[in-house]
């Protein structure tokens, strides 16, 4: 069983920066990809980024690329999300997801992941 804790959510100006980060509480390192998603009042569950198991590869929403920056610490399991130029419209909780794969085929899909945190408010003020 995995468990993923996130933290780094907050109020933020537009055009600012927040660092969100992800735990993933196993004894050995995850040999799987996290991803984040984010999920606005009223809108579905959106992917923002994932990266790969060795954190060789990432991967982007369109909407987030050039702005947005995941990465990930295998020694802490913990994945990262940077957040730069951040939009009112960004506003949303920001969900942390993983599966413990090394396939990387779907990875954009909320039904892909088997472990999911329960998320962290991020809040962007015009």
């Known amino acids: 069983q995995v468990q993923l804790v996130e933290s780094g959510g907050g109020l933020v100006q537009a055009g600012g920066s927040l660092r969100l980060s992800c735990a993933a509480s196993?004894?050995?390192?995850?040999?799987?990809?996290m991803g984040w998603f984010r999920q606005a009042p009223g809108k579905k569950r959106e992917f923002v980024a994932a990266?790969?198991?060795?954190?060789?590869?990432?991967y982007y929403g369109d909407s987030v690329k050039a702005r947005f920056t995941i990465a990930k610490d295998n020694a802490k399991n913990t994945a990262y999300l940077h957040m730069n130029s951040l939009k009112p419209e960004e506003t949303a909780v920001y969900f942390c997801?993983?599966?413990?794969?090394?396939?990387?085929?779907?990875?954009?899909?909320?039904?892909?992941?088997?472990?999911w945190g329960q998320g962290t408010q991020v809040v962007v003020s015009a």
């Open positions: 997801a993983a599966r413990l794969s090394t396939t990387t085929a779907l990875l954009s899909t909320g039904e892909y992941y088997d472990y």
């Open positions: 196993v004894g050995t390192p995850l040999m799987g990809v």
């Open positions: 990266i790969n198991w060795s954190g060789a590869s990432q």
